[in-house]
């Protein structure tokens, strides 16, 4: 490299910068990307049936939780700076057509009363939009001849939106797949007075076995089949894309990419490509990777935490959903 390319970039005149002594207050001086708690959201398994926290096999340390346990956990959160939760309900009764899901009394729909009750604006909350939890079949759409059908599909997703809406949401975020969620879903909420409920799209959730550890929390795993026709091949750059450019246009007011870490590239360019918030879910299977190594003592946990959630943040994540949330938020406060 000649004297003129290594004093340019980009066509403006560099100064390289000599070998610091990398002291920790230097080090902090000089840091790039900062986490922060406001950045994190925090997933909360809410059942229909239990009167103590279970913990979930496959997620040590995340617990299914009553609904009467929903203040105190909430609260826990609240008190080390975290304002958003996701809420994923676990119904007791489940049929083919999920109609628990829309219950003005079911889990979800009253979790959101409670929290509203007890909390009012101080926090955010997202509810999560799919069926899977609901069907006998596990499914995240209606079924007709083992096959997803998307029109009837549709038609009970804005069911269930619209009762979370009514519950006090302030998010509904469709994770079915369904051709066409977001502009249904958005029709409904606005013919209904609640303009001003918004919409995180699941706009590219890739087909993944990292997903494994939720479908046993959230007891969904498909009967039959799976879900490779109606989510995304993660080999498709382009087509993941495609879909997240669908979602802007029919009216979601915050992208997602799920999962997170394998797919850094595809936050990176969906960064690049829209000026909405970019949320990135960094699942089950990526928490319950860090938690089986750390508890066989083959890595640091919260070194390797706070690793992985900065680089989702660098690769342009404005908000992050995490099962981690609780341990990132501590470091942060304790930093």
Not at 35 to 43: E, F, G, I, N, Y
Not at 297 to 318: H, L, P, Y
């Amino acid at each position: 490299m000649n004297q003129n390319e290594d004093n340019e970039f980009n066509g403006f005149p560099q100064v390289r910068l000599r070998r610091l002594r990398r002291t920790p207050a230097i080090r902090d001086l000089l840091q790039e990307t900062r986490l922060s708690v406001k950045d994190l959201v925090c997933p909360v398994f809410v059942q229909e049936g239990i009167n103590e926290p279970k913990e979930i096999e496959l997620m040590p340390g995340i617990f299914r939780i009553p609904q009467k346990s929903i203040v105190k956990n909430v609260q826990e959160l609240y008190d080390l700076g975290v304002k958003t939760f996701l809420i994923f309900g676990i119904p007791k009764l489940k049929n083919d057509r999920a109609t628990s899901a829309y219950r003005k009394d079911g889990i979800v729909q009253e979790s959101v009363k409670t929290i509203k009750n007890n909390f009012g604006e101080k926090i955010v909350i997202i509810t999560d939009v799919c069926l899977c939890q609901y069907t006998s079949h596990g499914h995240c759409g209606i079924i007709k001849n083992n096959v997803a059908d998307n029109d009837e599909s549709l038609k009970v997703l804005d069911r269930v939106a619209l009762s979370h809406a009514e519950a006090g949401t302030d998010f509904v975020a469709p994770s079915a797949m369904m051709d066409g969620q977001v502009k249904s879903i958005r029709k409904a909420l606005d013919h209904n007075s609640f303009k001003n409920v918004g919409i995180i799209g699941y706009s590219a959730k890739l087909s993944s076995n990292l997903y494994t550890p939720f479908r046993d929390a959230s007891h969904s795993t498909p009967e039959f089949g799976d879900r490779k026709s109606y989510q995304m091949p993660f080999q498709n750059t382009n087509e993941a894309l495609h879909e997240i450019m669908m979602d802007v246009k029919e009216g979601a007011d915050i992208i997602m990419i799920k999962p997170a870490l394998p797919y850094l590239d595809l936050i990176y360019k969906t960064r690049q490509s829209t000026l909405l918030p970019v949320c990135a879910y960094s699942v089950s299977g990526e928490y319950s990777i860090v938690k089986a190594a750390a508890l066989e003592g083959w890595v640091n946990e919260e070194e390797v935490i706070m690793e992985f959630t900065t680089s989702i943040k660098r690769a342009g994540a404005d908000i992050i959903i995490s099962y981690h949330t609780k341990k990132i938020a501590e470091i942060l406060n304790n930093d």
